[in-house]
């Protein structure tokens, strides 16, 4: 218990913050800022797993995010029985010519020695292949999305709940990550950083053009959820009562009958909303404490030694006769469909998918701030970066006015230095990052928690 004092001590004064933003500002405000804390935990974990653990520098992270989104839409929508019947046959003909290009190339790797002639067919293979699909798919994508294009004008999903998609997100960031690492695990680690962002902005323009899967920059909205809807709840009698007992005394104080009811009709619209984010957050909070028991298990497990030991010291771990290449793809693998649940998450809270929204300053660089500020190698120091730093992002805005209103007080209103500063405060967030990351450099240079190597 005593050794753990500095991680209590560290989450107590995060949830005393989150806490004091419910009092001062909205407890709507508190719990978004809470669930997305632990959206962000689990995509800190994923890179904290590839990073912490094995070294592995992966800028990729927004694109296996996006990859959690679609995930959600593929798995939750339902699907667009028009858009099958008009291009759906073409589409499943290009799936099965993927296939067979991709069984005949691994045919010829595992038959034909290495070789120019070789190389040279399956260059010629892939080319082909790809005009090929190209020539199939393209009327069945034409056809698709002229199918009420304002609404639809994709082949849509399954129809199942959107929970599933958390697991189909994993899936998919880890089978990315599979192909990513068969490519470019060989590569030194700032090659390898700078891969794994290209491929990312790959995948999102993927997402972003090809409207027949995803509906591209249009966005799909109204994606289902598993949680309830505040305008069912809002006309619901068990939770108009739970309203009521709840906020009884306030409630006694007012004794005309209309105005204790518009005061109650407001309090029920703005506990549905409180209620909806408390769902959220047992849902999500139910998903970090399994990933960070698991994490944490594999961290002091046997496999754990050997992949910080791996870490350290490449050389001395291959020659022990341990298998780096398979080991780094592993564990590229399993952090990459972290990142994947996180993305499926993500867009689970939200219930819309909009591509354009991936980029790397809030999906890939702003999750390495978050894994350096709260300690790599750490898996409690992870989650708590992904706290402080988005915490710290969200309220940079309201704690920068109030300090410019506070040493202001004695300007007027209309003082050219003070119209300055508040019309700066939208960019106090990048200088509040800027200095605590300095900060922490400085006097934590291995975060807030560090790595504590456990022997047992």
Request: net charge positive.
């Amino acid at each position: 218990m005593r050794k753990n004092l500095n991680v209590i001590a560290a989450y107590s004064i995060m949830m005393v913050l989150i806490i004091l933003v419910g009092i001062f500002q909205s407890w709507n405000i508190a719990l978004s800022i809470f669930n997305m804390c632990l959206i962000s935990a689990v995509m800190t974990m994923g890179a904290n797993i590839q990073w912490g653990y094995a070294g592995l520098i992966n800028f990729g992270i927004m694109g296996y995010t996006a990859l959690g989104g679609l995930a959600a839409v593929i798995i939750s929508v339902d699907p667009v029985q028009e858009a099958w019947s008009a291009g759906g046959f073409d589409i499943l003909m290009c799936v099965w010519l993927i296939v067979a290009l991709v069984l005949i190339i691994r045919f010829i790797l595992k038959n034909f020695q290495n070789s120019k002639v070789r190389n040279y067919s399956i260059a010629a293979l892939i080319v082909s292949g790809i005009i090929l699909i190209r020539f199939t798919a393209e009327p069945g994508i034409e056809a698709i999305e002229d199918i009420n294009p304002a609404k639809t004008g994709f082949l849509g999903g399954f129809g199942l709940p959107i929970i599933f998609s958390w697991i189909v997100g994993a899936f998919f960031a880890g089978g990315l990550a599979f192909i990513v690492g068969k490519v470019a695990l060989g590569l030194r680690a700032d090659y390898l950083a700078i891969a794994t962002l290209l491929i990312s902005e790959i995948v999102i323009a993927i997402i972003k053009h090809e409207d027949w899967l995803t509906r591209g920059v249009k966005n799909v909205i109204g994606l289902k959820r598993p949680a309830p809807y505040e305008v069912d709840l809002q006309s619901t009698d068990w939770f108009i009562t739970l309203v009521e007992k709840f906020n009884s005394g306030k409630l006694n104080l007012i004794s005309n009958f209309s105005d204790r009811q518009a005061e109650l009709n407001q309090l029920v619209i703005e506990g549905s909303s409180v209620f909806v984010k408390l769902c959220y957050s047992g849902l999500f909070l139910i998903v970090v404490i399994i990933l960070l028991i698991i994490t944490q298990k594999a961290l002091y497990s046997p496999w754990g030694r050997m992949m910080r030991a791996i870490r350290d010291n490449e050389e001395a771990a291959n020659a022990m006769g341990k298998n780096v290449v398979k080991q780094h793809l592993l564990i590229f693998i399993l952090g990459s469909a972290i990142v994947g649940i996180a993305g499926a998450m993500l867009v689970t809270q939200d219930g819309l998918f909009t591509p354009g929204s991936y980029r790397p300053m809030r999906y890939t660089f702003l999750i390495w701030v978050m894994v350096i500020v709260g300690g790599s190698g750490n898996n409690f120091g992870a989650i708590l970066g992904g706290f402080a730093v988005w915490f710290l992002w969200i309220e940079a805005a309201p704690i920068a006015l109030f300090l410019i209103n506070f040493f202001t007080a004695g300007m007027s209103e209309s003082h050219a230095l003070k119209i300055h500063l508040i019309e700066s405060v939208p960019y106090f967030r990048f200088l509040m990052m800027g200095l605590g990351l300095l900060l922490i450099m400085r006097y934590r240079p291995k975060g807030i928690l560090p790595e504590k190597i456990e022997i047992k």
